[in-house]
């Protein structure tokens, strides 16, 4: 090994430690973000992907996308220095070398900083909406009194919850009771009747 490194340029030697150095900085990041410790020591840029963009509604848009972050500059550094240190040991010249390092580190920034944008997109869990009820089949769970409301136990969004409900024409619906959503009320009560048994 030492003769091997000894044999080695000076420009060989650094960018192989470049490389080494940049690489424990990665997989530290990689592991950080696959087990959700995405701020762990102060050490993230936590603007690598932008905040929620929707309310300009471009949600998962170029705008949501950022390639400037310390984890893509980061790779750059990495495949930089790895697509240098190899060209070089590999015979090619320095120029040819420096820009086939130079386009790897830009592959690296691009693929890097879209893999983190993406596994930040999978850690959103989005708004439920009761929109997603209508249709639906549930259960009364606190009796519905006559013109008034109770609550039903539905599927909102894919989760089961419990959500404010009145009686389709002021109708009293005792808990147990499965029903059927009409509609979304307002933003916290829905409609139901009675399913024909």
């Given amino acids: 090994m030492e003769v091997w490194w000894t044999a080695l340029s000076t420009l060989n030697q650094?960018?192989?430690?470049?490389?080494?150095?940049?690489?424990?900085?990665?997989?530290?990041?990689?592991?950080?973000?696959?087990?959700?410790?995405?701020?762990?020591a102060g050490l993230v840029d936590v603007s690598?992907?932008?905040?929620?963009?929707?309310?300009?509604?471009?949600?998962?848009?170029?705008?949501?996308?950022?390639?400037?972050?310390?984890r893509s500059l980061i790779a750059f550094g990495m495949l930089f220095g790895w697509a240098g240190a190899?060209?070089?040991?590999?015979?090619?010249?320095?120029?040819?070398?420096?820009?086939?390092?130079?386009?790897?580190?830009a592959a690296g920034m691009v693929l890097v900083s879209y893999f983190f944008h993406t596994i930040r997109r999978l850690e959103e869990t989005g708004n439920p909406s009761l929109e997603t009820?209508?249709?639906?089949?549930?259960?009364?769970?606190?009796?519905?009194?006559?013109n008034g409301a109770g609550q039903v136990r539905v599927v909102e969004s894919g989760v089961v919850t419990v959500v404010s409900?009145?009686?389709?024409?002021?109708?009293a619906i005792p808990s147990k009771t499965p029903v059927k959503v009409l509609q979304v009320?307002?933003?916290?009560?829905v409609e139901v009747e009675l399913i024909d048994s």
Avoid: N
């Fill in 14 to 40: 650094g960018l192989y430690i470049l490389a080494v150095f940049f690489s424990v900085f990665f997989v530290w990041q990689l592991v950080s973000a696959l087990i959700g410790l995405g701020g762990a």
């Fill in 86 to 105: 190899l060209y070089l040991e590999s015979g090619q010249e320095v120029a040819t070398t420096m820009v086939y390092a130079v386009v790897w580190g």
């Fill in 48 to 70: 690598d992907v932008a905040t929620d963009s929707t309310d300009d509604g471009q949600d998962g848009s170029v705008a949501a996308f950022k390639l400037l972050s310390l």
């Fill in 133 to 146: 009820c209508i249709g639906t089949e549930g259960e009364v769970y606190i009796d519905i009194p006559e």
């Fill in 165 to 171: 409900a009145r009686g389709r024409d002021g109708t």
């Fill in 185 to 189: 009320l307002d933003a916290t009560t």
